[in-house]
C-alpha cells in the first residue's frame, strides 16, 4: 500500500518546457494597471512625437496591405504600381517599408516591384483563422517564398493557446519558421480574441521563444483589432524576452489603424517601453493601407488621395 502511494507521489506532474520558459516572466498583469499606464503615456508623450519628422518616419515603416476578397490580379498589379511612381511623385519622402498580400499574389509584386528596399510580404498558413491542417501551412507558406514573398504573416494557433497547448501552439510556429528560413516570419497573435493581458503576454513569449522574428497585434479580420493596451503588454514582452536573450525582435500593429494619431499613439508606446533602437523601419511596422494617404497628407500640407 505504502509503495503504491511513494509511486502515485513520483509521478506528479513536472513543469513543462513552456512553462518553464514563461516562468522567467512577469506574466500575472492586472488590466486595469495597464490601462492606467496607456493613458499616462498617451496624455504625457504623445504631443512631443507629432512631429513632420515623425510622421514621415511612420510613412517608410507602413506595410502597405490589400487582403480583400475581391483582389484580383489587375487591383493588386495597380497597388503596386502605385508604390513605383511614388519615389518619382515624392522623391523626398521614404518608400513604405513594404507591400502586403494574399500569396497567390506574391509573384505578381515581386515581379513588377521596382522599388529597392520594399519587402514582399505574403499572409499565410490558412489567414485569417490559422485553421488548416498544418501540411496545408507548410505548403502555402513554403510557395509564398518560392513566388517571391521576402517576409511571411503567420497566425498564431489561437484556439490551441486558449486550451493551454502550449506545445501545439510552439511546434507549429517553429515549423513555419523552418519553412521561412532566414525570411522574417512575423506572427499574429489576434490579441482580441485573448481578451487579458496574461494571455497576451504569454502569447507573445511563446511566439518569441518558438521563433517569432516579429509579433503583430490583428489581422485586422476581428474586432477589436490593434489596440495601445495590448501593444503595450507585446511591448513589454519583447523588451523582457531582449534582456533576457539578447534577440531583437520586432513590432508589428495592424487593424484599426484608422488616424494619424492611432499611429503617433503605437509609436509613443515603441519609443516608451523599448526606445530608440526599434524606432526604425527594419523593427516597427504599421499594418494598414488606410493610413499611408493620411499620413501623406499630414506630411505635404495637402489632402492625397496617392495609394
Not at 104 to 132: D, H, M, N, R, W
Request: hydrophobic fraction near 35%; include cysteine; proline fraction near 3%.
Amino acid at each position: 500500500m505504502a509503495e503504491h502511494h511513494h509511486e502515485e507521489h513520483h509521478h506528479a506532474p513536472l513543469r513543462s518546457k513552456y512553462e518553464e520558459a514563461l516562468s522567467k516572466y512577469h506574466t500575472a498583469l492586472d488590466d486595469k494597471k495597464v490601462q492606467e499606464e496607456v493613458k499616462r503615456i498617451i496624455t504625457e508623450c504623445v504631443h512631443e512625437n507629432d512631429t513632420p519628422e515623425v510622421k514621415k518616419f511612420l510613412m517608410g515603416s507602413i506595410e502597405l496591405t490589400t487582403l480583400k476578397t475581391t483582389d484580383s490580379e489587375e487591383s493588386v498589379l495597380a497597388f503596386t504600381e502605385k508604390v513605383n511612381q511614388f519615389e518619382d511623385a515624392y522623391p523626398t519622402l521614404p518608400h513604405v517599408a513594404t507591400i502586403c498580400v494574399y500569396p497567390c499574389y506574391a509573384k505578381i509584386v515581386s515581379e513588377t516591384l521596382e522599388v529597392e528596399g520594399v519587402e514582399v510580404a505574403c499572409v499565410s498558413g490558412s489567414f485569417p483563422s490559422s485553421q488548416a491542417l498544418l501540411e496545408v501551412k507548410v505548403a502555402e507558406t513554403a510557395l509564398a517564398i518560392g513566388d517571391g514573398a521576402t517576409e511571411i504573416d503567420i497566425v498564431m494557433p489561437v484556439g490551441k493557446f486558449l486550451s493551454g497547448d502550449y506545445e501545439g501552439v510552439s511546434d507549429e510556429i517553429g515549423e513555419l519558421k523552418s519553412v521561412c528560413g532566414e525570411h522574417a516570419m512575423k506572427v499574429i497573435l489576434e490579441t482580441g480574441c485573448l481578451k487579458t493581458a496574461e494571455n497576451i503576454k504569454k502569447a507573445s513569449l511563446l511566439a518569441m521563444y518558438s521563433g517569432a522574428d516579429y509579433i503583430k497585434t490583428s489581422t485586422g479580420k476581428l474586432t477589436p483589432a490593434a489596440t495601445p493596451e495590448a501593444a503595450y503588454v507585446m511591448c513589454q514582452a519583447i523588451k523582457e524576452y531582449y534582456d533576457e536573450t539578447g534577440i531583437q525582435i520586432g513590432f508589428k500593429p495592424a487593424g484599426g489603424l484608422n488616424s494619424v494619431t492611432d499611429a503617433l499613439i503605437y509609436y509613443t508606446i515603441v519609443k516608451e517601453v523599448l526606445g530608440e533602437k526599434w524606432l526604425t523601419n527594419e523593427w516597427f511596422r504599421l499594418g494598414t493601407s488606410r493610413l499611408a494617404n493620411l499620413l501623406l497628407s499630414e506630411v505635404t500640407g495637402t489632402e492625397t488621395k496617392f495609394f
